[in-house]
């Protein structure tokens, strides 16, 4: 099927941070926007570690792309897989089941993220999932609960150690939040819920390859966030390399060359991102932009490819000095791609002489527990950056993702479900289910080729051969 526009045609891909914000810039502009996504979903990666550790709910996190932007009339909404992108013909190409579609650009915003990278050891993701979707962030909700109960039935007292060790791998933002909320877990809701294990007594590693905790935000941060991990007890292992993964445990190569195991059925990889493989797609095909070693596109200054002044690559698929890939690069990369094309519209665009996209630095933060967090705020004017860690900063945290989240109602609930488990123990996500565990592996075994949609089309196909 082909779609022809009449207006100025917008396709936008992805539907995270820098696809939702393209396709709302475009709300008053007199032009038709195709959005196409392989998830249905606006997914608030920020909040996964939350998911995985059963404060909240996916949907609080992921509401449907569709519904948010219902209103908004001249945005079409498609769910497909983008396989395809041809710089020459303008089109875009995506996939949904066996329907294949061919949808034309005058303009078209690339924002389709990055992945986990697992740095040439793809096999580890068997035995040590990420966390970058629902899906993953469920799984491991299924896999640190489900290694309580498993310890609470072993018999044999190194394999209940074993199931008690959880490893997170990485100590960048996602590791640390993760890793202090697998300890509050144990500590705070779980405890005095077993009788044969006591869940505050389990072992909670955090580590690195890196010499610090955070590295990002620098030494006196980084230290501040490890003293008050530490003091949940979470174990830091630093200048710590992963050398292998396996169902046991993972070995683990230390700064003076000797290897060491670690025996531990919970495992969590959030140690590296690789860009989706659309950059390299566009790249190839454009007057000579390059990726960099993790596949994002060196874009040039106007967020654009060499040859194509109405190709924009934002956010996590874009590699421009000094922006980080969190949410802001890729919102603010899609405000300045929709603004260009705005001014387009009304003539006033020149491609040889466009204004150079800026960042606006707006700092970063890390929560460490409940009521801890730090934070890292540039000065206005100055090269100094303000950082503070403590209450203030778990503040200003949690008003901050408030006002990010999409969704009046996803923002209150979330606000309710805060309170309830910040002051008290409970958490309100504890269910998990078989098919959060293995689901993954089953579908892997289904999958003839990459991506999640392949493998709904061929368990599509097996219920349709069941009834013929
Ligand atoms: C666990 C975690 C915690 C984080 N915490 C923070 C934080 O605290 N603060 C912060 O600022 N940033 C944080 N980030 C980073 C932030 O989430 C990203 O920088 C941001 O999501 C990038 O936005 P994006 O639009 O480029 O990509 P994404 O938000 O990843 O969206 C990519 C979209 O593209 C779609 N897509 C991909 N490939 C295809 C394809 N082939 N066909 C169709 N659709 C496709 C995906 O379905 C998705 O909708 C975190 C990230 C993670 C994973």
Redesign the pocket.
């Known amino acids: 099927m082909t779609t022809v526009a009449e207006r100025h045609h917008v396709v936008i ?8 914000k393209a396709a709302r810039s475009l709300k008053h502009a007199d032009v038709d926007v195709t959005l ?4 249905t ?6 909040l ?2 939350q998911v995985a550790t059963g404060i909240l709910s996916e949907g609080e996190i992921a509401p449907t792309t569709r519904l948010v932007l219902r209103d908004q009339k001249n945005v079409r909404v498609r769910l ?4 395809g992108i041809d710089l020459q013909a303008k089109t875009v190409t ?1 996939k949904l089941m066996s329907q294949e579609t061919v949808t034309p650009y005058d303009s078209l915003i690339v ?4 992945q986990q990278s697992y740095f040439g050891n793809d096999h580890f993701a068997t035995f040590a999932p990420g ?2 979707t629902i899906d993953d962030a469920l799984e491991l909700r299924g896999r640190i609960l489900g290694a309580f109960e498993a310890a609470e039935v072993v018999t044999d007292h190194a394999e209940r150690e074993r199931r008690l060790t959880f490893v997170v791998v990485g100590a960048g ?2 590791g640390v ?1 993760l890793a202090g909320q697998i300890a509050e877990l144990a500590e705070r809701t779980l405890a005095g819920a077993f009788r044969t294990i006591r869940p505050e007594d389990c072992r909670v590693i955090l580590l690195d390859a890196a010499p610090a905790v955070l590295p990002p935000m620098g030494r006196k941060l980084g230290l501040k966030a490890q003293k008050r991990l530490e003091r949940l007890g979470v174990e830091i292992q630093l200048n710590a390399m992963v050398t292998n993964v396996d169902y046991m445990g993972i070995t683990v190569k230390d700064k003076d060359g000797s290897e060491r195991r670690i025996d531990c059925a919970c495992k969590v990889w ?1 140690a590296g991102v690789q860009a ?3 950059g390299k797609l566009i790249a190839e095909q454009s007057d000579g932009s390059q990726i960099d070693r993790a596949g994002r596109v060196v874009v040039e200054p106007d967020l654009t490819v060499k040859g194509h002044p109405y190709v924009f690559v ?4 874009m590699a421009v000095p000094d922006v980080p ?6 919102i603010q990369g ?1 405000t300045y791609a929709t603004d260009i094309i705005k001014r387009s519209l009304a003539g006033q665009d020149d491609p040889a002489n466009r204004e150079p996209f800026t960042y606006w630095d707006k700092g ?3 929560t460490v527990s409940r009521f801890d967090a730090v934070a890292q705020v540039p000065i206005p004017k100055s090269s100094k950056k303000l950082e503070f860690g403590g209450p203030l900063a778990w503040l200003a945290w949690l008003v901050l993702h408030l006002v990010y989240l999409v969704g009046y109602k996803n923002r209150f609930t979330t606000l309710v479900t805060w309170f309830i488990t910040f002051l008290g123990r409970g958490r309100g996500q504890m269910a998990i289910t078989s098919q959060m565990i293995y689901a993954r592996t089953a579908m892997q075994a289904l999958q003839s080729r990459q ?1 999640p949609l392949a493998a709904v089309e061929a368990a599509d196909k097996i219920e349709k051969d069941e009834s013929a």
């Open positions: 891909i992805g539907s995270g941070f820098g696809g939702l196409i996504s392989r998830t979903t606006h997914l608030f990666q920020p996964l570690y497909g897989e983008v396989e995506s924002a389709a993220g990055a966390m970058k933002p996602t939040e959030s989706s493989p659309l934002v956010g996590d698929l890939g969190m949410a802001q690069g890729a899609a970063s933060m890390a991506g």
